[in-house]
């Protein structure tokens, strides 16, 4: 197993593809649309009901993407380790392995520092801004105070991972998201965001609880220099009350098919 250095993990970044091709309409005698291809791992995939698109390419240059090889940071094993500011996310295993997956974080001053514990996972969860959300920023978060309900629409995706400091809920989520430019950048208010078909990838890895460590910018340089600081600040997205609420949007949606419920 290749060791997950700096460079290691760069030489690794070229993955092979899959294309799927239409059928030939022979009567017509038209060219076929050009193959489809995705970088492994990331192509469309069916979860609960829903058929998933897979991740343009666009969004997986460099080390954007899915990685695995050895460990070489400071977390123990059996934990999740988070670098917001190389924007990754490490699953540390206990044979001194692990995956790292590319993440989006909270804007300057709103992520998570320290230590917590991810104490339960959701399929397709549900998802209601938090009352500093709607303090804070009201012009994004003011139309859905009533919440979304797990689904295609839901903000938290195809997973959310749920972090705790103690009893206390931190109302952090690694989750989820459609929001595939934010992916390696800084723009959540303060979640941990994943492209779908990692938070899948990862949800099928592990089990709660697993502690989980947020490094801070010393420890991020001390492991990761290279990366440190890599990404841009992006400005909150504001989505229409229409877009998610609308009745198009709805008649759209449905209820995720759930076989742990």
């Known amino acids: 197993?290749?060791?997950?250095?700096?460079?290691?993990?760069?030489?690794?970044?070229?993955?092979?593809?899959?294309?799927?091709?239409?059928?030939?309409?022979a009567e017509m005698e038209i060219e076929p649309p050009a193959p489809v291809s995705f970088v492994e791992g990331y192509g469309p995939i069916e979860d609960s009901g829903y058929i998933l698109p897979g991740i343009p390419s666009e969004y997986l240059q460099g080390v954007n993407r899915r990685m695995t090889g050895w460990y070489n940071g400071e977390a123990e094993p059996n934990t999740?380790?988070?670098?917001?500011?190389?924007?990754?996310?490490?699953?540390?295993?206990?044979?001194?392995?692990?995956?790292?997956?590319?993440?989006g974080v909270g804007r300057a001053g709103r992520s998570i520092r320290g230590t917590a514990?991810?104490?339960?996972?959701?399929?397709?969860?549900?998802?209601?801004?938090?009352?500093?959300?709607?303090?804070?920023?009201?012009?994004?978060y003011g139309d859905f105070r009533a919440g979304i309900p797990g689904g295609l629409r839901s903000p938290?995706?195809?997973?959310?991972?749920?972090?705790?400091?103690?009893?206390?809920?931190?109302?952090?989520?690694?989750?989820?998201?459609?929001?595939?430019?934010?992916?390696g950048n800084s723009g959540s208010a303060g979640c941990i965001r994943m492209f779908n078909q990692d938070v899948i990838h990862l949800y099928n890895q592990i089990e709660a609880p697993m502690?989980?460590?947020?490094?801070?910018?010393?420890?991020?340089?001390?492991?990761?220099?290279?990366?440190?600081?890599?990404?841009?600040?992006?400005?909150?997205?504001?989505?229409?009350?229409?877009?998610?609420?609308?009745?198009?949007?709805v008649a759209n949606d449905r209820a995720p098919i759930l076989d742990d419920a």
């Open 211 to 249: 502690q989980v460590l947020i490094r801070s910018p010393e420890e991020s340089q001390r492991v990761d220099p290279e990366n440190f600081g890599r990404g841009i600040e992006l400005p909150p997205k504001i989505i229409s009350a229409e877009e998610l609420l609308g009745e198009e949007a």
């Open 156 to 183: 938290l995706g195809a997973r959310a991972l749920y972090l705790f400091r103690g009893s206390r809920d931190t109302y952090y989520r690694i989750h989820g998201t459609n929001d595939l430019e934010s992916i």
């Open 1 to 25: 197993m290749t060791k997950l250095t700096r460079r290691s993990f760069a030489a690794m970044a070229m993955a092979s593809t899959a294309a799927a091709c239409a059928p030939r309409v």
């Open 117 to 140: 514990t991810m104490k339960f996972m959701r399929k397709w969860p549900g998802w209601t801004p938090t009352q500093n959300m709607l303090r804070t920023e009201p012009e994004v």
């Open 80 to 103: 999740l380790d988070v670098d917001p500011y190389a924007k990754f996310l490490y699953h540390v295993r206990e044979d001194g392995s692990a995956t790292r997956y590319p993440v």
